[in-house]
């Protein structure tokens, strides 16, 4: 298994709350990556990551911002949680251009 | 806007059928493409990869590719039980663009 961890792996907070994710990884890899996962959605991205202090905005940004200071470390800010965050939240991992990505565990994350 | 299409399911096949799983896309410019497989409450994990025109096969699994057709498809040989997972197909470069994923059920 690539060697990725996300914590918390379950987090319960409250609408208003600024709320914080991070991805670990000890494959050195470029790219870190943070999806959502919702019921008839799909794999949504969030932001990603191809370097330190290098990201940029996915497909539902809005709400969310990210940092990425160390090549092992990404993390992602709810930075006013809504109920409509509620979701599963996966981090991901690749190497390079070809693109082949690895998953985290997931974050099971409940706004209420 | 990129797409990726998968008809959501669920398929059901019985044990030992061969199960095929399809997958459309959009952007003809697509050079890499994926299937991943996905447990109720676990996350996603790679089963394929392919990036030319044709078959690729690994053990029970093989991937299509038809660029022209904008196409690729996932075939499961002797379907089993501990095959029933979601299976998603992922297009693109940076980022990839996943499908919603097709539910498959194998029947003992």
């Known amino acids: 298994d690539a060697g990725i961890t996300q914590s918390p792996r379950h987090k319960v907070t409250e609408t208003g709350t600024p709320v914080t994710l991070r991805c670990h990884q000890t494959?050195?890899?470029?790219?870190m990556y943070w999806y959502r996962q919702d019921p008839g959605h799909g794999l949504r991205l969030i932001h990603y990551?191809?370097?330190?202090?290098?990201?940029d905005k996915g497909e539902v940004s809005d709400g969310y911002s990210v940092s990425r200071s160390k090549t092992e470390d990404f993390l992602l800010t709810l930075e006013s949680a809504t109920s409509s965050q509620t979701s599963v939240y996966f981090c991901?991992?690749?190497?390079?251009?070809?693109?082949?990505?690895?998953f985290g565990p997931g974050t099971r994350l409940l706004v209420l | 806007q990129k797409e990726v299409e998968q008809n959501s399911g669920p398929l059901s096949v019985p044990e030992g059928a061969i199960a095929s799983l399809n997958c459309t896309y959009s952007d003809r410019v697509s050079q890499s493409f994926f299937w991943y497989r996905q447990y109720s409450g676990k996350s996603p994990e790679l089963i394929m990869s392919?990036?030319?025109?044709g078959d690729k096969e690994d053990g029970r699994f093989t991937a299509q590719l038809n660029k022209a057709s904008q196409y690729v498809s996932l075939l499961i040989r002797d379907s089993q039980p501990s095959d029933s997972a979601t299976y998603l197909c992922?297009?693109?470069?940076?980022?990839?663009?996943f499908g919603k994923g097709t539910r498959l059920s194998v029947i003992a």
């Open positions: 992922a297009v693109g470069k940076t980022p990839l663009v």
């Open positions: 990551s191809y370097g330190v202090k290098d990201t």
């Open positions: 991901a991992i690749s190497e390079g251009r070809r693109e082949t990505q690895y």
């Open positions: 392919i990036y030319s025109n």
């Open positions: 494959e050195n890899h470029r790219y």
